[in-house]
Nanobody, 116 residues
Framework: QVQFVESGGGLVQPGGSLRLSCAAS????????MGWYRQAPGKQRELVAKVGSGGGSTYYADSVKGRFTISRDNGKRAVYLQMNSLKPDDTAVYYC?????????WGQGTQVTVSS
């Protein structure tokens, strides 16, 4: 069984930075491509960024390209999302999951609020 626990969210001013972390349980973590997803109020959950199982292949949604960086540490069973130049539109609950996502692996997420 795989579980993901997200952390690192908070309240930040526009232009600020946050680093999200995702801790994974389960020994098969290293075989999965991983994604960071977000869901803003009243909107569908969307893929923000993804990273291949080895960490060498990445993808970013156009809305975050150049501002966010996804990385992973398979030894620590962790995935990270460095978010810079944050905008109010980045306000959402952020989740990590495999890519493609597995319905049973959704965690509680971590809230990111960008506001002055």
């Amino acid at each position: 069984q795989v579980q993901f626990v997200e952390s690192g969210g908070g309240l930040v001013q526009p232009g600020g930075s946050l680093r999200l972390s995702c801790a994974a349980s389960g020994t098969i973590f290293r075989f999965y491509a991983m994604g960071w997803y977000r869901q803003a109020p009243g909107k569908q959950r969307e893929l923000v960024a993804k990273v291949g199982s080895g960490g060498g292949s990445t993808y970013y949604a156009d809305s975050v390209k150049g501002r966010f960086t996804i990385s992973r540490d398979n030894g620590k069973r962790a995935v990270y999302l460095q978010m810079n130049s944050l905008k109010p539109d980045d306000t959402a609950v952020y989740y990590c999951n495999t890519h493609p996502e597995q319905r049973d692996y959704w965690g509680q997420g971590t809230q990111v609020t960008v506001s002055s």
